[in-house]
């Protein structure tokens, strides 16, 4: 099969990508746009518009991952499936998942330009929350589809305000059994996402596509920790049961646990605190820390949890205060299949770009979609391998490359209509 190659519009994605950014909470060049938010709405609805142009079915499940299909000669066979999320974490950037929609969006209109008419729909995937800003958890949305998180673990999650997603999401307009998002076996024959790499690797070795090989495991626990407050003034050092005292520990803890237990690849975070009364004139009596740790080897991230946690029960035994873990999640990494792979590998050859195979140690949608079907990443550089901040940048030349990668692989895991071996398919 000689596949198509695609002409990219790259000033259309760019000008989508700008559009996008100005839904955001944040001012400007930051992007903040939380799950179910007017921001989220906004965007979501930019989207939806934007595959409606395209000629896309559009259609939402009971929690708001979006799907547009492109239909293909024989809907009886499963589709590909391609996407990424566009919720943003406080105070980021404009590149992380909406490079993977909009590129997405951008392969397809690419393919129908080039008159190509693939045998398998093509479907774009917007996944709800990526990011774990709301509710605490990662990849909600895509963990929902596969059934790594049930209905009635999506029952009992709660923001930081206390609502459930099941009123948040109503008041947002998405209704529905949540039995009814997870998908049935086989949905999919292949699935890839397109996304920025968020590290330095690829711009460092002047590489214009990696081909993940593996995401990390990722693994995130809760910790409430529970003193005894009282007046800062009143209260003299030697009775103190300061919480946040014993948080502090904990938070030095985990950075010891990672370098000492961990491997080359381990990585552990504390990323939030939350501190209650929260005011200067008063002991902490409650603390809530949120960590987060990886590893590429699920063998050695669950030895650097198990440290964390020895670590968590002697410091608070030692101050006379309790500490109650909670897991939040520990998923097991995921390999990428070869079939992907080499549709990948494939569609740099012949665009004559270099490649290299890399991991992925940050997670994405592709982690839970790899339990649906055979999955592929595409990664490409990013600009100092800053992510998650408002300086996250990525070429419109690298963000092309990335697209005409993308659709010559979806290209090929599809089929072409009427194609055999070796025959054109709306090759220009």
Known sequence: MTLPRPEVDIGRVMAGLEALARASDAEPPAVTRIVYTVADLAGRDQIKGLCADTGLAVREDPIGNTFARWDGSRPDLPAVGTGSHIDAIPHSGRFDGTVGVLGALEAIRALKRDGFRPERSIELILFTAEEPTRFGIGCLGSRALCGALTPEAMTALRDNDGRSLDEVRRDAGFTGDLADVRLREGSYAAFVELHIEQGPILEREGIP??????????????VTWEGEGGHAGAVLMPGRRDALCAAAEAVLAVEAAALSHGGADSVATTGVCRVHPGAIN???????LEIDIRDTGLGTRDRVVAAVRRAIDEIAGRRGVRAR??????????????????????????????????????????????????????FIPCRGGISHRPEESSEPGEIARGIAVLAMALARLAGAEGARPGQSIGCR
Do not use: K, Q, W
């Open 282 to 288: 008063s002991i902490p009596d409650r603390v809530s």
């Open 209 to 222: 596509i990696g081909i993940v090989t593996a995401i990390a495991a990722p693994a995130a626990i809760r």
């Open 325 to 378: 873990v909670e897991p939040l999640n520990a998923d097991p990494p995921a390999a990428m299949a070869a079939t992907v792979r080499e549709a990948i590998r494939s569609a740099c050859d012949a665009l004559g770009l270099a490649s290299r195979p890399m991991i992925s140690r940050a997670y994405h949608d592709a982690l839970f979609m790899a339990r649906l079907a055979p999955t592929g990443m595409i």
